[in-house]
């Protein structure tokens, strides 16, 4: 069966600091891999997504970038991180193809102070 | 464009009394996807409805897909303190997955 991870848990990192946010998937091959965040009691934003190594699409231009350098692993990044980029960030991944269900990571409860 | 918009944001009910979303699009969608995310959780995808009035059921849940295929909805019978949390409609477009902004339940007992 299928699996997805996501760490750490929770994070608070100084405005200024950089970012590096995880999410790997085990028992399915070439999956699309997406990135997330939802602020608190809001709504889920798409910020990036990938349908294969090295391919992200960028929904939402803002100082955050991803990469997915292996085929299950998807990474967010930031070089200086703003208040505004508290939030829950969550990984999702589905089969290959189009319209597909996603499935959601445990999530990343990033706080900037 | 390519929004859903989901009604109502909140909703308050007693135990046991019936609770309904609302998901509307101004175009036609190929399917609508629906989600569920309990109180510090993540969304867990309840059920996808492709076909013209398509209606599916899981238990006391009832979900609908409009003739036109512009709306649907969740209806939850006899709710339950378990059945807290949000419920997202989701819309695909091509690889990607658009949600509504999702309608928060809570439950008095």
């Known amino acids: 069966s299928q699996t997805i991870h996501q760490w750490p848990a929770t994070l608070v990192q100084p405005v200024g600091s950089p970012l590096s946010l995880e999410c790997t998937v085990e028992?399915?091959?070439?999956?699309?891999l997406y990135w997330y965040r939802q602020a608190a009691g809001r709504g889920l934003q798409l910020l990036f997504y990938?349908?294969?190594?090295?391919?992200i699409s960028s929904e939402v231009p803002q100082n955050l970038s991803a990469s997915r350098p292996q085929d299950r692993q998807f990474i967010l990044s930031s070089k200086k991180l703003l208040l505004s980029d508290s939030g829950f960030y969550l990984c999702?991944?589905?089969?290959?193809?189009?319209?597909?269900?996603?499935?959601f990571g445990p999530g990343t409860r990033l706080l900037v102070l | 464009g390519q929004q859903v918009m989901q009604i109502p944001q909140y909703q308050h009910v007693q135990e046991g009394e019936d609770f309904t979303t609302y998901c509307n699009s101004s175009?036609?969608?190929?399917?609508i996807q629906w989600y569920k995310q309990r109180p510090g959780g993540h969304p867990v995808f309840l059920i996808q409805l492709v076909k013209s009035g398509e209606v599916k059921k899981q238990k006391r849940l009832t979900f609908q897909f409009g003739e036109a295929k512009k709306n649907s909805s969740l209806h939850i019978t006899a709710t339950q303190t378990t059945d807290v949390g949000t419920y997202f409609c989701?819309?695909?477009?091509?690889?990607?997955?658009?949600f509504g902004a999702g309608t928060r339940l809570f439950v008095k007992a």
């Open positions: 999702a991944w589905s089969l290959s193809g189009r319209e597909e269900t996603q499935y």
């Open positions: 175009t036609t969608l190929s399917n």
């Open positions: 028992g399915t091959s070439n999956p699309n």
């Open positions: 989701a819309r695909t477009g091509g690889f990607k997955t658009i």
């Open positions: 990938s349908v294969g190594i090295g391919q």
